[in-house]
């Protein structure tokens, strides 16, 4: 049973354009959640993250914005670059971040030039 | 600060051999993790400590599988007897108490033949 649901195993967007990746969960006990980036052959990095208390968190070309009703997540890159073309984890947790995390599978980005 | 490091960074062994990985989380960091990721599951966490202690072992898949934390600055992730159904890529991460994200080491790509 999965608890944290990416839908899309890899996203193609133009260089420049605006890349939206998604998120659901099932776990209404969820208070944190967060996105993290992986290269190949490197581990995750942080990238941005949010707590349930809030609606959007923004960081320079990233932003993420959290829909509670509908157990729903997305993060914005805009614009997208050639450097974002990587996996995309979504990643939630109980203990307001401080617990183990429940990861989504993934998204492939993949930025066109 | 050098960042989570883990080794080796490959592993390939027989089946039925003992494997050890190891792990040496960010200096001053309270909380540790194993994870592993697999095509078919994606990353889930196996077990974290807090100061030492095993905190949730849940994760852990069988009795095959064991980790110690002796001390702040080290961590094992044991597997004996090994499967090929183990084969996968661990990874270590490491959070400070205040911190709300963690720290990824580039992980060790275990291959069971």
């Known amino acids: 049973d999965q608890q944290v649901k990416q839908n899309s195993p890899s996203l193609s967007v133009q260089e420049g354009r605006i890349s939206i990746l998604n998120c659901d969960y099932t776990n209404s006990m969820f208070d944190y959640f967060l996105w993290y980036k992986k290269y190949p052959a490197e581990g995750p990095t942080f990238l941005i993250s949010i707590s349930s208390i809030k609606d959007k968190n923004e960081d320079g070309r990233f932003t993420v914005f959290l829909n509670k009703s509908a157990k729903h997540l997305s993060l914005h890159i805009v614009p997208s670059q050639p450097g974002d073309s990587a996996v995309y984890f979504c990643a939630a947790s109980e203990g307001g971040g401080a617990d183990g995390l429940t990861f989504g599978k993934g998204t492939h980005l993949i930025i066109q030039p | 600060d050098a960042g989570v490091i883990q080794s080796p960074r490959h592993e390939v062994t027989e089946m039925g051999q003992e494997v050890t990985l190891r792990c040496k989380p960010i200096?001053?960091?309270?909380?540790l993790f194993w994870y592993r990721q697999t095509m078919m599951r994606g990353l889930e966490l196996l077990i974290y400590f807090n100061n030492n202690v095993p905190i949730d072992d849940s994760g852990m898949p069988e009795d095959r599988f064991s980790a110690k934390m002796p001390n702040a600055s080290f961590s094992t992730l044991k597997i004996q007897p090994s499967e090929p159904r183990d084969s996968a890529v661990y990874f270590c991460a490491s959070s400070s108490a205040a911190g709300v994200w963690q720290y990824f080491g580039p992980g060790t790509r275990l291959t069971v033949t």
């Open positions: 200096s001053g960091h309270d909380y």
